[in-house]
């Protein structure tokens, strides 16, 4: 069983910028692929990040390439995921969830095995 708890939300005015947090319990942090996920009101939820159980790999839609970088630290059995140059449609509750793998980069959203309880993101126009 691994629980993920975020944290580092909070309101932001357009152009600024957040980091995220994401720790883990358990020992087995390092078997895990790491991946941040959003959802704004009325929508569907969506993958803005994801990175592979040893940082090696990362991927990034194209809405948030460039402005949006995910990275962890196994000894510290955390991912962050650092948001700059926020817009105001990145506003919505930010997610971190695990995959256990050691092969995969990017899977399916339904195929996460634990997510955290969301922690929200608010960007001022």
């Known amino acids: 069983q691994v629980q993920l708890v975020e944290s580092g939300g909070g309101l932001v005015q357009a152009g600024g910028s957040l980091r995220l947090s994401c720790e883990a319990s358990g020992r087995t942090f390092s078997s895990y692929a790491m991946g941040w996920f959003r959802q704004a009101p009325g929508k569907e939820r969506e993958s803005v990040a994801a990175?592979?159980?040893?940082?090696?790999?990362?991927y990034y839609p194209d809405s948030v390439k460039g402005r949006f970088t995910i990275s962890r630290d196994n000894a510290k059995n955390t991912v962050y995921l650092q948001m700059n140059s926020l817009k105001p449609e990145d506003t919505a509750v930010y997610y971190c969830?695990?995959?256990?793998?050691?092969?995969?980069?990017?899977?399916?959203?339904?195929?996460?095995?634990?997510w955290g309880q969301g922690t929200q993101v608010t960007v001022s126009s």
């Open positions: 969830a695990a995959k256990f793998t050691r092969t995969l980069l990017v899977v399916p959203i339904y195929e996460y095995d634990y």
């Open positions: 990175i592979n159980w040893s940082g090696s790999r990362t």
